[in-house]
Structures are given as C-alpha cells and as structure tokens.
C-alpha cells in the first residue's frame, strides 16, 4: 500500500522535531509546514492533530502549534506515567514470554549495547524503543502498551536534545540483561522491579540534564 500524504506529513515533521530541525517552542504554521514538505494544508493540519496527542506539539486554534519543550514537572510526570505502565505490563510479559521470544529480545539488546558502546545516542534510541516494544508486546494488551508507545518520540526528541548522563547507557545495558535474566526464570516480580527501576534511573538521568541546562534554556520551558 503507497503511504498517504497524512503519513508522509507525519513522518517528517515527527523527525525534524525529534532531530532537532524543528527546535523547542518554535512555532509550527500549517502555510509554512505545507511550502516545506511540498504538500497541500488539510494532511499537515491532520499530522499537526496526531503529533499533539502524541505530545510532541502544543495545539493553538488562533495561532497554530509551537514544539513542546518538556519542563521538569513535565518530565516526572511522563516518566511516573512510563513506570506505572511497566508495573502493569511486566507481570504479564513474564507469564506468556517464551525462551525463544527471549533469545529474540536479547538479539535486539545486542543492537543497543553495540549502539551504546559506539556512542550513537539516536541509534541507541531507536534500538532501545524496537527492545521495548517487542518486550510489552507479549503482554498481549495492546491498549496499555500503546501508551508507552506514543511516548517515545516525545522522549526521544527530549533525550537527543539533552543528551545522556555519564555511564547511563551502559547501566541500561546492564538493567536489560538482568531483566533477560530474570524472565528467562519466569521471576515476573523481579523483572517488574528492574523495569521500573530503570525507567526511574532513567527519569533521575534525564531530570538531572534538564536542571543543569543554562538559565535561558530552563525559562524557555516554562
């Protein structure tokens, strides 16, 4: 099936906010997005909708959309949100994952490691989100993990703009084998503590970049 225009406008106003074209607050208008992407306004007015529910853009009726920046409360309360999810979700993971889903996860770890060890941060989050969303699929309920999962690229263009914490890729790469380990002893309280631990260490990381960030940037969040 040939992509739509809606998807094409989608796609890449999602990448050029997660990369950094489109920078935080700026103003996006629906004239300016269309002479841009070369498409007609009614699929960027429908791209624009997606990516407010997403949380990526702030909606204006009057003035059109801004890019979201997230301030710290904004932070904690997306990332407390992110671990109540796992909680949910990890028990189940942990009864219906097979040994061999799990060898296939542990594949997709390799991916983030290697990507961790070579410093690739955008790499590395594409690896980690293909982890996580092989990993809460086998909870078999799509409707929390959807949750997770129109979080990430609100995340991701958070991550890539503030950067990662010294060590905090390889800690996570190490949270990812013990939580492998742990399912593979079908220990789903275990797992479920890893989980959650890491997306608060996660969250800690993240915070702490976000406060250390210059005066300016920090008033331009709010």
């Known amino acids: 099936m040939a992509e739509s225009a809606e998807d094409r406008a989608l796609a890449a106003i999602r990448r050029a906010i997660v990369d950094g074209r489109y920078k935080p607050g700026a103003r996006l208008t629906v004239a300016a997005l269309s002479a841009d992407l070369g498409l007609s306004p009614m699929p960027v007015r429908t791209a624009l909708r997606q990516l407010a529910g997403e949380g990526l853009v702030e909606a204006d009726a009057h003035r059109g959309a801004r890019v979201r920046a997230l301030s710290p409360a904004e932070i904690r309360n997306l990332y407390r949100l992110r671990a109540a999810v796992l909680a949910l979700l990890i028990p189940d993971v942990a009864r219906n994952v097979s040994d061999a ?5 542990a594949a997709l770890d390799a991916r983030y490691a290697a990507a961790g060890k070579a410093g690739d941060a ?55 084998r013990a939580l492998l380990a742990a399912l593979r002893a079908r ?36």
């Open 187 to 222: 220990d789903g309280k275990r797992a479920t503590a890893l989980m959650v631990a890491s997306s608060d260490n996660a969250m800690a990381d993240l915070l702490e970049r976000a406060l250390g960030a210059p005066p300016s940037a920090r008033r331009q969040r709010k």
């Open 101 to 105: 889903d799990i060898d296939a996860l």
């Open 122 to 176: 955008r790499a590395a989050m594409a690896a980690n989100e293909a982890f996580h969303t092989a990993l809460l699929a086998h909870a078999r309920n799509p409707d929390a993990a959807s949750v997770m999962a129109r979080t990430w690229a609100l995340v991701e263009a958070t991550r890539l703009r503030l950067g990662f914490g010294p060590g905090r890729l390889s800690r996570s790469v190490e949270s990812h």
